[in-house]
């Protein structure tokens, strides 16, 4: 499965972000390639369905089925449940798995 990762240029969760989707990807079996895309403008952010950096899409999808049907996108530091600016490793995994799951 394809993993996107949005994010803007210093934004230090980026890096953390990838290595995060690499672990948990190991943790639960399945293999993953990962893309690095780097906004430089609102536009960009818009363009690439960003809610925030770092953004993370499974397939195409949010990491968070709650931003999967919001069209508000953001040229910002994205911070996820808890106030971390990395999503719970359960939110992950689960995105994961769904996308697994997928025909």
């Known amino acids: ?3 996107r990762v ?5 934004c230090p969760n980026a890096e ?3 290595e995060l989707v ?4 190991d943790e639960i079996g399945v293999t993953v390639t990962t893309e690095l895309v780097c906004v430089a403008s609102a536009d960009e952010a818009q363009r690439e369905r960003m809610h925030g950096s770092p953004t993370i899409q499974v ?3 949010d990491v968070d ?5 919001s ?4 040229f910002g530091c994205r911070v996820f449940h808890g106030g971390n600016g990395l999503p719970p490793r359960e939110m992950l995994a689960a995105a994961l798995q769904e996308a ?3 025909p």
């Open 100 to 102: 697994g799951d997928a």
């Open 6 to 10: 949005v994010y803007f240029e210093g």
């Open 71 to 74: 069209d508000v996108y953001s």
């Open 1 to 3: 499965m394809h993993v």
């Open 22 to 25: 690499r672990e948990v990807a």
């Open 65 to 69: 089925p709650a931003q999967r049907s």
């Open 16 to 18: 953390p972000a990838v």
């Open 59 to 61: 397939n195409g999808l």
